[in-house]
């Protein structure tokens, strides 16, 4: 069974500062996503990375996934209250359904 | 260009009812995945469905859950017999093909067993 596990679980920041949160696997994923999902709505796809080593900003969020894709972190700058959510990550095996993380709970503080 | 749509969205049953929860895809999708997700954790894979197929359901438990996907209409999550520890969001989302570029999901269905 393939496990995924995020860092930190919880993290509560004052708006303007940096934060990364992790995702870590010991298996191999042909790609990658970051869902972030918002009270009593479902998980919005935030991106997809399928090559190791890839990265992707949007705006200012910044995705990387590890050069053996068995890892992935996300990099916020600047945060903003609006960047507070809960922010999974998933990950498909060659055709196999995704397997989410447990997530991370990021409050953003004005 | 309606996205993945569920209903209902809050669902009270008593202990040993039946749930039946609805999905109906993004259009032009014709793939549908049920995931449950409890309190404070992430979801959880149920099933995967086709248009009149199971594709796999390795992730339904094996009793008193079953899924439907038919040629018309949306696809059905039904709980029988539903008991406390079913209470949960449930998930659906759809793609247009077997994709590993992620998901559309819907709101979700907050089902509660009293």
């Known amino acids: 069974t393939q496990l995924l596990e995020q860092s930190p679980q919880f993290l509560s920041i004052q708006e303007g500062e940096n934060l990364t949160v992790y995702c870590n696997s010991s298996s191999v994923f042909s790609s990658l996503q970051w869902y972030r999902q918002e009270p009593g709505e479902g998980p919005v796809l935030l991106v997809t990375v399928v090559t190791g080593g890839e990265v992707k900003k949007l705006k200012r969020l910044t995705f990387q996934f590890g050069d053996a894709r068995k890892d992935s972190s996300l990099h916020i700058t600047a945060a903003q209250p609006g960047d507070t959510g809960l922010y999974l990550c998933a990950g498909e095996n060659y055709g196999q359904n995704f397997v989410f993380g447990p997530g991370t709970r990021l409050s953003v503080l004005p | ?114």
């Open chain 2, 1 to 114: 260009n309606a996205g993945v749509m569920q209903n209902p969205r809050h669902l009270v049953r008593r202990r040993g009812q039946e749930a039946r929860l609805r999905c109906s895809p993004m259009k032009g999708h014709s793939h549908v995945y049920w995931y449950r997700q409890l309190p404070e954790e992430g979801l959880k894979f149920m099933v995967y469905l086709q248009k009149e197929n199971i594709i796999d359901e390795s992730g339904m438990p094996k009793e008193r859950f079953s899924a439907e996907f038919p040629k018309e209409g949306p696809s059905i999550l039904r709980i029988q017999q539903v008991v406390r520890g079913d209470s949960a969001a449930y998930f659906c989302a759809s793609s247009q093909v077997r994709s590993d570029y992620g998901y559309t999901f819907g709101s979700g269905t907050r089902l509660t067993v009293v």
